[in-house]
């Protein structure tokens, strides 16, 4: 167990250990499906925290890691098709995400919603390609979005 969830209730915990998995589905849910690659950016990541995440975060990511392709799997089925329903309904949870990060340690909680929204601009940045930038340098709905 992580020594900052000690506070929280098993459900607050479960949403936290989940939540990079929501931010990555979230990010990689487009068109109704699941971009691949984005997906496979996100478990990739996911890892890669256990090992680079500033060190109060380590042992959180360790945990997340353990069970973090069932999760995304889980969720991306839970919320399938990604319509505008389906994608509020998950907005929800993820804010519920802030409001457990609230009863944390403040530094803690802190660099966890830091963590959080680098890795969501990680995930959604996956398949952007310099060509896009270069090619459409002005927003296209449906080609910049996710």
Not at 109 to 120: I, M, N, P, T, V
């Given at each position: 167990m992580i020594p900052q969830f000690e506070k929280l209730s098993g459900e607050e915990?479960?949403?936290?250990?989940?939540?990079?998995?929501?931010?990555?589905?979230?990010?990689?849910?487009?068109?109704?499906?699941?971009?691949?690659?984005?997906?496979?950016?996100?478990?990739?990541?996911?890892?890669i925290k256990t090992f680079t995440a500033?060190?109060?975060?380590?042992?959180?990511?360790?945990?997340?890691?353990?069970?973090?392709?069932?999760?995304?799997?889980?969720?991306?089925?839970?919320?399938?098709?990604?319509?505008?329903?389906?994608?509020?309904?998950?907005?929800?949870?993820?804010?519920?995400?802030?409001?457990?990060?609230?009863?944390?340690?403040?530094?803690?909680?802190?660099?966890?919603?830091?963590?959080?929204?680098?890795?969501?601009?990680?995930?959604?940045?996956?398949?952007?390609?310099?060509?896009?930038?270069?090619?459409?340098?002005?927003?296209?709905?449906?080609?910049?979005?996710?």
């Amino acid at each position: 167990m992580i020594p900052q969830f000690e506070k929280l209730s098993g459900e607050e915990a479960e949403l936290l250990l989940e939540a990079p998995a929501l931010i990555s589905v979230m990010a990689s849910c487009s068109d109704r499906n699941i971009n691949k690659r984005q997906k496979a950016d996100a478990i990739k990541l996911a890892h890669i925290k256990t090992f680079t995440a500033i060190p109060v975060l380590q042992p959180y990511y360790r945990e997340v890691e353990k069970d973090f392709a069932n999760r995304f799997d889980r969720i991306a089925e839970k919320y399938f098709p990604f319509d505008e329903k389906k994608r509020n309904e998950l907005k929800e949870v993820i804010s519920k995400v802030q409001v457990v990060i609230g009863k944390l340690d403040l530094s803690f909680g802190s660099a966890l919603s830091k963590s959080f929204e680098r890795y969501a601009g990680h995930v959604k940045r996956a398949t952007h390609t310099i060509y896009q930038d270069f090619a459409f340098p002005i927003y296209l709905f449906g080609l910049t979005d996710i």
